[in-house]
């Protein structure tokens, strides 16, 4: 009797904990991580950043259907290094960053390519529109942060391109008269922290 109650509890508590248990946790590291992007100026290229990003991962390359990705930049961050340019780039003619002041990004999904090379397929939401996404990223490993005693640190990286207009941000006014790109090339390299176990 006493060995079946036993091995009910361990039903009851032990295999649902197992079954619901979640990846590590790790928070973006803000100073050592950035958003870039490139966009094509008649022949040069611009290249900028969001300065203002957060979020959080709970990533487990042993466990990827526990592994999650939530991320978010602030709109009004957007530096390319030119004061009127960036005003403009606010304005309601392109993020509006009054009316949507966040870009996210929330996985539904991450899947192993190979070696250190990954694949999040989720929702990248701008201003008002919400599309599905595929991104391949770069897993580096992680490491005993070598500056903070009791931290570890993982390293994240991926490339990817969006058409701007399916996002809004634009009329197509610039487009049409060839002197702004509608492909934006963005670049995330992430260092992530959370506290040694």
Same mark, same amino acid.
Not at 49 to 71: C, I, K, N, V, W
Not at 93 to 117: A, C, G, R
Not at 135 to 158: H, I, W
């Given at each position: 009797?006493?060995?079946?109650?036993?091995?009910?509890?361990?039903?009851?508590?032990?295999?649902?904990?197992?079954?619901?248990?979640?990846?590590?946790?790790?928070?973006?590291?803000?100073?050592?991580?950035? /958003?870039?992007?490139? !966009?094509?100026?008649? +022949?040069?290229?611009?290249?900028?950043?969001?300065?203002? %990003?957060?979020?959080?991962? =709970?990533?487990?390359?042993?466990?990827?259907?526990?592994?999650?990705?939530?991320?978010?930049?602030?709109?009004?961050?957007?530096?390319?290094?030119?004061?009127?340019?960036?005003?403009?780039?606010?304005?309601?003619e392109f993020f509006h960053?009054?009316?949507?002041?966040?870009?996210?990004?929330?996985?539904?999904?991450?899947?192993?390519?190979?070696?250190?090379?990954?694949?999040?397929?989720?929702?990248?939401?701008?201003?008002? /529109?919400?599309?599905? !996404?595929?991104?391949? +990223?770069?897993?580096?490993?992680?490491?005993?942060?070598? %500056?903070?005693?009791?931290? =570890?640190?993982?390293?994240?990286?991926?490339?990817?391109?969006?058409?701007?207009?399916?996002?809004?941000?634009?009329?197509?006014?610039?487009?049409?008269?060839?002197?702004?790109?509608?492909?934006?090339?963005?670049?995330?390299?992430?260092?992530?922290?959370?506290?040694?176990?």
């Amino acid at each position: 009797m006493q060995g079946r109650i036993i091995i009910f509890l361990f039903v009851c508590f032990f295999l649902p904990a197992t079954l619901w248990a979640k990846a590590p946790e790790w928070r973006i590291d803000p100073p050592h991580s950035s /958003v870039y992007f490139d !966009i094509r100026h008649i +022949f040069s290229t611009v290249r900028g950043e969001f300065q203002d %990003l957060s979020g959080t991962f =709970r990533f487990d390359p042993e466990d990827l259907a526990a592994s999650s990705m939530s991320f978010s930049v602030k709109a009004a961050s957007i530096d390319t290094n030119n004061r009127n340019r960036d005003n403009h780039l606010r304005s309601d003619e392109f993020f509006h960053v009054s009316e949507y002041p966040e870009i996210s990004f929330q996985s539904s999904n991450i899947s192993h390519l190979q070696d250190q090379k990954y694949e999040v397929t989720g929702t990248l939401k701008v201003k008002d /529109v919400s599309r599905t !996404i595929s991104v391949p +990223f770069t897993f580096f490993g992680t490491t005993e942060s070598p %500056l903070q005693e009791g931290v =570890r640190v993982a390293g994240f990286e991926g490339a990817f391109s969006i058409d701007r207009l399916e996002y809004g941000v634009g009329t197509g006014k610039f487009s049409k008269l060839g002197v702004v790109g509608d492909e934006v090339r963005l670049l995330v390299s992430l260092e992530m922290l959370r506290e040694a176990e």
